[in-house]
């Protein structure tokens, strides 16, 4: 099976890209392709990024309003149809027009998809958030209590890469004092919930209070280097 993308054109007009999956038969084009994902001129972006064993495809596609640019959806095809995956609730919009930006990182052997999602605070954007699509529903990871949390604004940063067939995900946030930047901390989701990881001693400490944990490999018995 092969993943990969074809220009698509009006015409002398280049009008974006299609996703396709040859399945070891047939071409088919895959990804978003509904008016929410076509610009009023007739213009598709869809990028295919990530393919597995069984032939299932993650990626994104373009979000309009018409001519308006309105960010991006996360996609999943799962070897039938292509669903949009990530967070687009309220605090993962931005209120003045709707704009969503959510991106896969990481597909699994078992179909489970790796993401962010920025945050929004009405028309004001105010971070990241990580997110676990588990083959059912997507659902928000990382470390968002007070002391990743900027209390004047409720800015929040969680990012991940690393993501195990088990479904466990390895990354960071940014942590906070009040308004104040404290470095980042490490965390790993253990398919259930997240822990906070790494060095955190008084070694590992500044007298401001500033700590930098990151993690670099995730294997599949969930143990993390960092």
Do not use: C, K
Request: hydrophobic fraction near 30%.
């Amino acid at each position: 099976q092969v993943l990969g993308t074809a220009e698509r054109f009006n015409g002398a007009m280049e009008i974006g890209q299609s996703a396709w999956l040859y399945n070891g038969t047939t071409t088919q084009t895959i990804g978003l392709t509904d008016a929410g994902h076509t610009r009023d001129d007739g213009d598709q972006v869809n990028q295919a990024n990530y393919l597995n064993e069984a032939g299932q495809a993650a990626g994104y596609a373009y979000r309009y309003n018409g001519a308006t640019d309105t960010g991006r959806s996360a996609w999943l095809y799962n070897g039938t149809t292509t669903q949009q995956i990530g967070l687009t609730d309220a605090g993962h919009t931005r209120s003045t027009d709707d704009f969503q930006y959510n991106d896969a990182y990481v597909l699994n052997e078992a179909g489970q998809v790796l993401g962010t999602a920025d945050r929004y605070s009405g028309a004001t954007y105010n971070g990241r958030s990580a997110w676990l699509y588990n083959g059912t529903t997507t659902q928000a990871i990382g470390l968002t209590d007070a002391g990743h949390t900027d209390s004047s604004t409720g800015y929040q940063s969680n990012v991940a890469d690393l993501l195990n067939e088990a479904g466990q995900v390895a990354g960071d946030a940014r942590r906070f004092n009040g308004a104040t930047d404290t470095g980042r901390s490490a965390w790993l989701y253990n398919g259930t919930t997240t822990e906070e990881i790494g060095l955190t001693g008084t070694e590992h400490t500044h007298d401001d209070g500033t700590q930098f944990n990151g993690p670099q490999h995730l294997n599949e018995a969930g143990q993390v280097l960092g």
